[in-house]
């Protein structure tokens, strides 16, 4: 895994960084954006852009936001509530769209309000 989306995106989706990612790798769930680790190609496109600083290189997370390292693959590698299988790799999220569930630690998270 190389970038790794983090707390600070949890009910915000600003998705600035779905629209810089070359490689169509970022992919929205119901609360959150999830960088797929085996389609991103490390470019850091989407550092600079978002607007909450959420995104890091594995390598760099902050020690309070290290589960999102764990988190953000879970989203791909466990199956879905309702669903027998993992998502996977679909091969680009564009074409996916929204999947309709999030990652085991931000599912669990108190919803925020919407920031004005």
Do not use: W
């Not at 390598?59 to 590698?77: H, I, Q, R, S, V």
């Not at 309709?100 to 920031?115: K, S």
Request: charged share 20%; net charge negative; glycine share 8%.
């Amino acid at each position: 895994m190389a970038y790794v989306i983090s707390e600070p995106c949890v009910d915000v989706l600003d998705r600035a960084c779905v629209e810089e990612c070359p490689v169509d790798c970022i992919y929205e769930g119901i609360r959150a954006l999830y960088i797929h680790p085996d389609e991103c190609v490390d470019c850091g496109a989407c550092v600079p852009v978002c607007p909450v600083e959420a995104i890091y290189y594995e390598g760099d997370l902050p020690a309070e936001l290290e589960p999102y390292l764990a988190d953000n693959a879970a989203f791909f590698t466990q199956a879905p509530p309702g669903s027998q299988q993992p998502l996977g790799s679909p091969g680009g999220a564009a074409k996916l769209g929204v999947a309709g569930f999030d990652a085991p630690l931000v599912a669990r998270l108190p919803q925020r309000r919407a920031q004005s």
